[in-house]
Each structure stands twice: as structure tokens, then as C-alpha cells.
């Protein structure tokens, strides 16, 4: 399978080499290091009970986006309680991974983070029972703050999540989605949960429901953004690179953003060419081949990247709130590392 081309990648490159996670997280290391240890001791209750010890230190070497989103997000209203968000953020991490175990088990999915999905080692019964549990850590460790608000977050992100992937399972077998109803599925799936992560910091500290609002709006667009992103890499995406095959959506019957895209420039014959492969779920080299050029050639990847820079405006907009602080830049600069990442 052949990778997208440097001169079509380089507008992700560029960017990518002078905006890296480890300077955008310099201020939160040291609270980043307490999360993931947290996160280890509570991941390791989970594998250890089907005999996986181990197989947590793979998971929790990620871009660890959410568990920075939520400690950004509280420190840069209260600098000085990092400490006090160590749960929510390890707990926004959890949620995210027991959604990922569920995900694969749906799509049939052998491959997360470069390494072997738990339902491909450990088959689904166990794979969606490991998720329920890690979910109900979650809920525990959110548990402890002793706030309804909280957990009324995270509930109807985690309401939404489900929503959002029974959405795209009937919208795949019933035929194409329309570009809006694209937005609802991914407002559902991936967005809420940013939302929840960026929002419950701020209530675990006390703020405004202004300042909650705020966060939240943020941590929408933000959701948005990172998801179209996610979608055009596996178009463009270098596989090796990714950690994961490409091509998996349009594969598993799913019209991402830049599938939509390419249906509404393509003739009629082409678009028929992606219908079909649509609806059987099969392709061959040439078939990958043909979909990541005609990405580039008819300008899909840039549409992306334009709808993505819009949520991030519409992200940094919401921060009007914020004190300027070194948290709140770590929270730009994150914007636009999720646009211009190439995994």
C-alpha cells in the first residue's frame, strides 16, 4: 500500500516537526507522569483479570490528548490543584480506551496503537466485558469528588458515545450519510467525551457554569476537529506510521467526511465505483490505490483540513475566557497539533 506522498503530507509534516506533544505538555509533565501511573495501577487491576499483565504498557504510551485536555483544562483556571485533577484525568483516559475496546470489537478490528487489539488476543465476550469494567473504574474514580455534576458529564458523554456508534452502524447498512449527518455521528462519538474531559476539570474546581459553558464549547469544536482529522489520515496516512491499517472505515461500509466529499466531485461512474464498495465492504490494491490518489486529486484532503481549521478557530474562540497563562498556550498549541499531526 502506498503512502500519501511527502508533497501531499508536508502540510501535516511541517507543522508536526515544530510542534510536538512533549513541548506542548512541558507544563503538565510532572501531573502527566501521575496520571499515567494511576492509570497503570487501575489498567493492571483490569488485565490482570484475564491473565494480560503487560499488555497495559502498550496502551497507555498514546498521545495521552484527553488526560491533557482535562489538566490544561483546569489549570488554567486554578494553577496551584493540579493534584486534584489526577482522577478526572486518568478517568477521561479510561472512558476513551474502554470506548477503543468496544469500537474494535465492532469493526473486527486485529490492530490499536501498532499492537494487537484485546479482541484479537482475548476474542470479544472478553473483550467487551475488559471495556465494561474499565468504564465502571471510571465511574469510580469520578465517584470520589462526591459531584452529581460530574458525573451527570460524564454520563450523557458516555450516552452520546453509544448514540453515536449505533448511528453509524445503521447509517452503513441503510446506505450513504449525508455530510450533516457525518457531523451528528462524530459529535456523538468522539466530540462529547472532549467536551466531558474539558468540562469536568472545571467543575471538580468549582468554577462558573459561564466558565463550564466555555470549556465545554471548547472542548466541542476541539472533538470535531480531531475527528475529520482522523478520518482524512486514514486516507493519507503513512500505515506503519499510524499504528493501524488504513482504509478501515470505507472498508467496514462507513462514508467518512472525505468519502462524502469525494461523491459530490467525482463523476458518475467513479462515485458509483466507491457505492459499491461500499455496500459489499471489499476492496482490492487497486481499489486503495485508486481512493487514496482521488483523496488528493480532487482536493478531499484539503476540504478536511479547511473544516477542521474552522472548528479549531471556533475552539480558540471559546478560550477568550481563559486567563492567558502557560496552560491556556498549551491548550492552543494543541489545537493546532491536532491539525497538523500525521498519526
Known amino acids: ?6 508533497e501531499k503530507r508536508g502540510h501535516i509534516m511541517h507543522f508536526s516537526q515544530s510542534l510536538n506533544l512533549s513541548t506542548i505538555y512541558q507544563p503538565i509533565a510532572g501531573n502527566l507522569e501521575q496520571v499515567k501511573k494511576r492509570l497503570l495501577d487501575h ?4 488485565f490482570g483479570l484475564i491473565r494480560g499483565i503487560g499488555f497495559e504498557e502498550t496502551i497507555v504510551e498514546g498521545k495521552q490528548i484527553r488526560p491533557a485536555l482535562a489538566l490544561l483544562s483546569g489549570l488554567s483556571f486554578q494553577p496551584d490543584r493540579g493534584a486534584e485533577l489526577i482522577n478526572v484525568a486518568a478517568a477521561s483516559e479510561m472512558t476513551h480506551f474502554a470506548s477503543l475496546i468496544h469500537d474494535d470489537v465492532v469493526d473486527g478490528a486485529k490492530m490499536r496503537r501498532g499492537t494487537e487489539s484485546v479482541n484479537a488476543r482475548w476474542h470479544d465476550k472478553v473483550a467487551v466485558l475488559l471495556g465494561d469494567y474499565i468504564i465502571s473504574q471510571a465511574l469510580h474514580l469520578l465517584s470520589e469528588y462526591r459531584s452529581p455534576d460530574v458525573i451527570q458529564t460524564i454520563m450523557t458523554a458516555v450516552k452520546s458515545m453509544s448514540e453515536g456508534e449505533l448511528h453509524q452502524i445503521i447509517a452503513s447498512t441503510d446506505g450513504i450519510v449525508s455530510e450533516s449527518d457525518y457531523y451528528s455521528v462524530i459529535q456523538r462519538k468522539t466530540s462529547s467525551l472532549m467536551e466531558a474531559v474539558c468540562k469536568m476539570p472545571v467543575q471538580v474546581l468549582g468554577g462558573s457554569p459561564e466558565i ?3 470549556m465545554g464549547v471548547f472542548g466541542h469544536n ?3 476537529a480531531f475527528q475529520v482529522i482522523d478520518d482524512l489520515l486514514d486516507f493519507i496516512a503513512d500505515e506503519n506510521h499510524l499504528g493501524k491499517p488504513i482504509l478501515c472505515d470505507i472498508k467496514d461500509g462507513k462514508a467518512t467526511l472525505p468519502t ?3 461523491l459530490s466531485r467525482m463523476g458518475k461512474g467513479d462515485a458509483e465505483r466507491i457505492r459499491k464498495i461500499l455496500r459489499e465492504r471489499h476492496l482490492d490494491e487497486k481499489d486503495k490505490i485508486w481512493l487514496c490518489q482521488s483523496v488528493r486529486t480532487h482536493g478531499a484532503d484539503d476540504y478536511c ?6 472548528f479549531v478557530s471556533r475552539a480558540k474562540q471559546a478560550l477568550d475566557v481563559v486567563p492567558d497563562s502557560e496552560y491556556r498556550k498549551s491548550l492552543t498549541e494543541l489545537c493546532d497539533y491536532i ?4 498519526k
Not at 43 to 46: G, V, Y
Open 339 to 342: 491539525v497538523a499531526r500525521d
Open 43 to 46: 489498567l493492571r487491576d483490569a
Open 260 to 262: 462524502i466529499c469525494l
Open 1 to 6: 500500500m502506498a503512502p500519501a506522498s511527502k
Open 212 to 214: 463550564v459553558k466555555a
Open 222 to 224: 476541539f472533538g470535531m
Open 305 to 310: 483540513l479547511d473544516i477542521a481549521r474552522d
